[in-house]
Nanobody
Framework: QAHVVESGGGFVQAGVSLRLSCEASGSTSSSLTMAWFQQAPANERDFVAAIKRYGGPTYYTDSVKSRFTISRDNAKNTAYLQMNSLKPEDTAVYYC???????????????????WGQGTQVTVSS
């Protein structure tokens, strides 16, 4: 079974960039879809981005399409979320997830993924 650990969060000013990392362990990690979700206080966990196994298709929520990029390095068992032009509304805990969701569940945190990290806080000040 895969395990994932996030890193790279922090407190930044609006407009700057951050890169989050998600290191996966487990023999099947490169075959899994990797995804990022965000959760702000009192909100549900919202989909941000996903990348299919072996660096296949990528998916984004509309609010981040032009600013965030998801990628993966299977040799390092690591997925990344490059976040540019950060805005205060990006403030949230960011969770990495791994799984084998069907296409209709890629954006669904309840049905799409079995493995979750502990989350990394991203705070963007105005």
């Amino acid at each position: 079974q895969a395990h994932v650990v996030e890193s790279g969060g922090g407190f930044v000013q609006a407009g700057v960039s951050l890169r989050l990392s998600c290191e996966a362990s487990g023999s099947t990690s490169s075959s899994l879809t990797m995804a990022w979700f965000q959760q702000a206080p009192a909100n549900e966990r919202d989909f941000v981005a996903a990348i299919k196994r072996y660096g296949g298709p990528t998916y984004y929520t509309d609010s981040v399409k032009s600013r965030f990029t998801i990628s993966r390095d299977n040799a390092k068992n690591t997925a990344y979320l490059q976040m540019n032009s950060l805005k205060p509304e990006d403030t949230a805990v960011y969770y990495c997830a791994a799984g084998n969701p069907i296409l209709s569940s890629i954006r669904n945190y309840v049905s799409g993924y079995r493995t979750w990290g502990q989350g990394t806080q991203v705070t963007v000040s105005s």
